[in-house]
Protein backbone atom coordinates (compact mmCIF):
# COMPACT_ATOMS: atom_id res chain seq x y z
CA UNK A 1 0.00 0.00 0.00
CA UNK A 2 1.22 3.03 -0.76
CA UNK A 3 1.05 6.69 1.54
CA UNK A 4 -2.33 7.41 -0.56
CA UNK A 5 -4.05 4.63 -0.59
CA UNK A 6 -3.25 4.98 3.48
CA UNK A 7 -4.62 8.10 3.44
CA UNK A 8 -7.63 7.50 1.22
CA UNK A 9 -8.33 4.08 3.60
CA UNK A 10 -8.53 6.50 6.73
CA UNK A 11 -10.53 9.07 4.77
CA UNK A 12 -13.26 6.45 3.93
CA UNK A 13 -13.09 4.55 7.64
CA UNK A 14 -13.61 8.33 8.87
CA UNK A 15 -16.84 9.59 7.11
CA UNK A 16 -18.43 5.94 6.82
CA UNK A 17 -18.03 5.77 10.85
CA UNK A 18 -20.59 9.23 10.60
CA UNK A 19 -23.14 8.05 8.08
CA UNK A 20 -23.38 5.01 10.56
CA UNK A 21 -23.69 6.98 13.42
CA UNK A 22 -26.36 8.75 11.41
CA UNK A 23 -27.96 5.86 10.38
CA UNK A 24 -28.05 4.64 14.03
CA UNK A 25 -29.11 7.87 15.41
CA UNK A 26 -32.49 7.59 12.79
CA UNK A 27 -33.42 4.25 13.57
CA UNK A 28 -32.91 5.09 16.91
CA UNK A 29 -36.08 8.29 16.82
CA UNK A 30 -33.32 10.86 17.42
CA UNK A 31 -35.77 14.45 16.84
CA UNK A 32 -34.93 17.43 15.19
CA UNK A 33 -35.45 20.89 16.60
CA UNK A 34 -36.24 23.59 15.35
CA UNK A 35 -35.49 27.17 17.30
CA UNK A 36 -38.33 28.62 15.88
CA UNK A 37 -41.01 27.55 13.38
CA UNK A 38 -39.05 29.39 10.67
CA UNK A 39 -36.01 28.12 10.88
CA UNK A 40 -35.09 26.17 7.10
CA UNK A 41 -31.64 25.00 7.37
CA UNK A 42 -29.67 25.21 11.26
CA UNK A 43 -32.24 22.73 12.62
CA UNK A 44 -30.39 20.23 10.56
CA UNK A 45 -27.20 21.78 10.92
CA UNK A 46 -27.77 21.58 14.71
CA UNK A 47 -28.57 17.99 14.62
CA UNK A 48 -25.22 16.91 12.72
CA UNK A 49 -23.36 19.07 14.58
CA UNK A 50 -24.77 17.27 18.09
CA UNK A 51 -24.37 14.16 15.89
CA UNK A 52 -20.05 14.86 15.77
CA UNK A 53 -20.36 15.56 19.03
CA UNK A 54 -21.69 12.57 20.46
CA UNK A 55 -19.01 10.63 18.21
CA UNK A 56 -16.11 12.56 20.04
CA UNK A 57 -14.77 14.66 16.47
CA UNK A 58 -13.47 18.00 16.99
CA UNK A 59 -14.61 20.21 14.24
CA UNK A 60 -14.24 24.14 13.93
CA UNK A 61 -17.82 25.65 14.99
CA UNK A 62 -19.65 26.27 11.92
CA UNK A 63 -20.43 30.22 11.16
CA UNK A 64 -22.98 32.13 8.83
CA UNK A 65 -21.82 31.86 5.23
CA UNK A 66 -18.85 29.51 6.25
CA UNK A 67 -18.13 26.59 3.25
CA UNK A 68 -18.29 23.54 4.16
CA UNK A 69 -20.45 24.13 7.06
CA UNK A 70 -18.49 21.51 9.46
CA UNK A 71 -14.54 21.36 9.09
CA UNK A 72 -13.34 18.09 10.49
CA UNK A 73 -9.56 19.45 12.52
CA UNK A 74 -8.02 16.19 12.54
CA UNK A 75 -9.43 15.10 9.10
CA UNK A 76 -9.38 16.88 5.73
CA UNK A 77 -12.94 16.20 5.34
CA UNK A 78 -15.57 19.10 5.31
CA UNK A 79 -19.40 18.59 5.48
CA UNK A 80 -21.72 20.44 3.84
CA UNK A 81 -25.56 20.24 5.31
CA UNK A 82 -28.44 20.75 3.11
CA UNK A 83 -32.00 20.77 4.35
CA UNK A 84 -34.77 20.05 1.90
CA UNK A 85 -38.14 20.79 2.70
CA UNK A 86 -41.15 18.21 1.33
CA UNK A 87 -42.90 18.82 -0.29
CA UNK A 88 -40.73 21.50 -1.55
CA UNK A 89 -37.37 21.19 -3.66
CA UNK A 90 -36.57 17.84 -4.95
CA UNK A 91 -33.85 18.53 -7.24
CA UNK A 92 -32.08 21.49 -6.48
CA UNK A 93 -30.19 23.21 -3.61
CA UNK A 94 -28.39 25.96 -2.40
CA UNK A 95 -24.74 25.38 -2.13
CA UNK A 96 -23.79 29.04 -0.70
CA UNK A 97 -22.80 30.42 -4.62
CA UNK A 98 -19.67 28.07 -4.66
CA UNK A 99 -19.53 25.42 -7.25
CA UNK A 100 -20.18 22.04 -6.19
CA UNK A 101 -16.66 20.32 -6.01
CA UNK A 102 -15.01 17.28 -4.24
CA UNK A 103 -11.85 19.27 -2.87
CA UNK A 104 -11.71 22.63 -1.23
CA UNK A 105 -8.99 24.14 0.39
CA UNK A 106 -7.20 20.74 0.72
CA UNK A 107 -10.37 19.16 2.40
CA UNK A 108 -12.88 16.48 0.67
CA UNK A 109 -16.21 17.98 0.71
CA UNK A 110 -19.19 15.46 1.42
CA UNK A 111 -22.53 17.23 1.16
CA UNK A 112 -24.76 15.65 3.30
CA UNK A 113 -28.87 16.42 2.32
CA UNK A 114 -31.52 15.79 5.37
CA UNK A 115 -35.36 16.07 4.27
CA UNK A 116 -37.11 17.66 6.26
CA UNK A 117 -41.31 18.23 6.61
CA UNK A 118 -43.10 21.63 5.85
CA UNK A 119 -45.20 22.24 8.74
CA UNK A 120 -48.28 24.71 8.78
CA UNK A 121 -48.30 23.90 12.34
CA UNK A 122 -46.22 24.98 15.57
CA UNK A 123 -44.52 21.10 15.60
CA UNK A 124 -41.11 22.16 16.01
CA UNK A 125 -39.38 18.57 16.15
CA UNK A 126 -39.79 15.20 13.58
CA UNK A 127 -37.45 12.62 12.51
CA UNK A 128 -35.55 12.93 9.25
CA UNK A 129 -34.91 11.05 5.79
CA UNK A 130 -31.11 11.34 5.25
CA UNK A 131 -28.78 11.00 2.69
CA UNK A 132 -25.34 12.10 1.23
CA UNK A 133 -22.82 12.26 -1.54
CA UNK A 134 -19.61 12.83 -1.98
CA UNK A 135 -18.80 15.28 -4.96
CA UNK A 136 -15.69 14.82 -6.89
Known sequence: MT???DEFSVLAESIS???TAAAAA???GVLIRRATQKDKEFHFQNWFGAL???EGLDFDEPGRNTYPDFRIVHNPVGYEIKGLGVPGRET???CNSQ???GIYRGRHIIYVFGRYPVLKQTSIQYSTLYSAT???
Open 3 to 5: ELD
Open 17 to 19: SIF
Open 26 to 28: IAD
Open 52 to 54: LDR
Open 92 to 94: TYD
Open 99 to 101: IPH
Open 134 to 136: ALS
